[in-house]
């Protein structure tokens, strides 16, 4: 019996030393069981022991861990947020604490459900009807309603291709507009809507679908001609199109093409009559479904300018009188006879000037008088090419610069050679070699100074004394 007893009693003991060293769960204190938030990332915190890390999970997940600060009481608090944002419904959070000494684990809190609001998903209005045909690589118009403060999503094939935050309204309610660019075939889009705070809508939008096709084959131009007022246009389209012709962006008329059996057909549209000037054309096809080719390339065709060219000249009187030489030039002006009888050309009976004009000397018969123009003439200067001049400029300053550089290295290579003879020529003999040489020279010089000294002519003796004066006579 006594045995027994002391055996229970050590098990109690052992028992409370592991209660004292067992991690306690966390407390969570920000998030309560059935709470309802309206926003993606709601904040998860609570209580637990100082050096410890608090893991969270949400929905059976690990989410992430908490950020804990200790405390001097021994109890510390923690806090987390969500690192992606939740979807609107319902949801699960669990907390565990881990000692990071040991890394022993606490029991797992206990299961707390909450909800996160759902919001509303945009209404796609256009393209009306929920389906859009076009042609490629024309790009399709997808508008709708959202509420004020949200950002649409555009999923294209249940890809996201764009998304915008709409522009609030006062009345609560935004539109917004897409352009999305599609490949040829059929596309299915719907959108969804999320908040500042990340959340997403649920449900989304109504779903549209863009049949994108290809265009039809575009015609092709084999010939573009004026005849008189008209404008003749001719080439080869798809069996079934109708050809449109566009005179000036204003379309002039269509012209049907006739099958054949190749599947590509001959057609000529003639147009309606024109004013003479120059005209833009382009054409255009389309077929029996309305599905348009490309506009082909603009031609410019000119119409009725020759015509009325010659209708000027037929309508100049035969009996007009020319002007006088005195009438066309001043008096002091000397005249050239250029032939004034000879029959003059088609283009300058008009007035007009057409090609190049070529220099070529003028033949003057003896009797003509020449003419000079007492009126003063344009000259066309031509606008200086200033980066030539500028790159002669800075040509020529290297040239000098390279020059002078040279003569600086010659002048420093015969200084160095004068330095290097001389300084051999004195450091060759020593000092009593040089002594001599300088009593040498002084002997020599002696020497020379005598012998030049005995071949010189003596000296002429000097003149006798003159005789003395007589004596004065006597008295």
């Known amino acids: 019996m006594a045995t027994v007893i002391c055996l229970s009693g050590a098990l109690m003991a052992i028992s409370a030393r592991a209660s004292d060293t067992a991690v306690p769960s966390p407390t969570l204190l920000s998030v309560y069981e059935s709470q309802s938030f309206s926003t993606g990332r709601p904040l998860i915190a609570g209580v637990t022991k100082n050096d410890t890390r608090v893991a969270v999970f949400i929905d059976d997940t690990l989410n992430g861990l908490a950020q804990v600060t200790n405390d001097p009481s021994g109890t510390a608090h923690f806090s987390y947020y969500p690192f992606l944002s939740l979807k609107p419904g319902i949801h699960t959070v669990v907390i565990q604490a881990e000692k990071i000494a040991t890394s022993e684990r606490s029991m797992s809190s206990s299961v707390i459900t909450f909800r996160i609001w759902d919001i509303s998903a945009p209404t796609l209005i256009a393209p009306e009807g929920g389906v859009m045909r076009f042609d ?3 790009r399709a118009i997808v508008a709708g309603l959202a509420k004020n403060d949200l950002t649409v999503n555009l999923h294209v094939d249940g890809m996201l291709a764009d998304h915008l935050k709409v522009r609030n309204h006062s009345s609560g309610t935004a539109n917004f507009a897409f352009n999305p660019k599609v490949a040829p075939g059929t596309h299915t889009v719907f959108a969804t809507s999320t908040d500042a705070t990340g959340r997403i809508s649920s449900k989304t939008s109504n779903m549209v679908t863009l049949v994108v ?3 039809l084959p575009m015609p092709t131009v084999m010939s573009v001609t004026s005849a008189g007022d008209t404008i003749v246009v001719s080439g080869v389209a798809k069996n079934g199109s109708v050809v449109e012709v566009l005179i000036d962006g204003v379309k002039d008329g269509e012209v049907a093409v006739k099958d054949h059996t190749s599947g590509t057909a001959w057609f000529a549209y003639a147009s309606k009559a024109l004013v003479a000037g120059d005209h833009a ?4 096809a389309h077929d029996a ?3 348009k080719s490309l506009s082909s390339r603009s031609r410019t065709v000119s119409v009725g300018v020759q015509t009325q060219a010659s ?6 009187p035969e009996d007009a009188v020319p002007p006088t030489e005195s009438e066309q030039q001043p008096e002091d002006e000397k005249q050239i006879d250029t032939g004034a009888d000879r029959p003059q050309s088609q283009s300058e009976q008009s007035g007009e000037v057409k090609g190049e004009v070529e220099k070529s000397p003028v033949d003057i018969d003896a009797d003509t008088e020449v003419k000079t123009s007492a009126e ?5 200067v031509k606008p200086m090419n200033w980066p030539l001049i500028s790159g002669v400029v800075i040509l020529a300053f290297l040239v000098i610069v390279f020059v002078v550089w040279y003569l600086r290295q010659k002048k420093e290579l015969i200084n160095k050679s004068i330095d290097r003879i001389f300084g051999e020529t004195e450091s060759s003999p020593s000092s009593d070699s040089k002594e001599q040489k300088r009593e040498e020279v002084r ?5 020379k100074e005598k012998k030049a000294i005995s071949k010189e002519p003596p000296l002429p003796p000097p003149p006798p004394p003159p005789p003395p004066p007589p004596p004065p006579p006597s008295p």
């Open 213 to 215: 096709e290809y265009p």
């Open 311 to 316: 209708q000027e000249t037929e309508q100049e």
């Open 289 to 291: 479904s309305g599905k």
């Open 443 to 447: 002997e020599e010089i002696v020497i």
């Open 281 to 284: 054309v382009v054409i255009v």
């Open 376 to 380: 003063p003439q344009e000259v066309s």
């Open 136 to 138: 490629h690589p024309a």
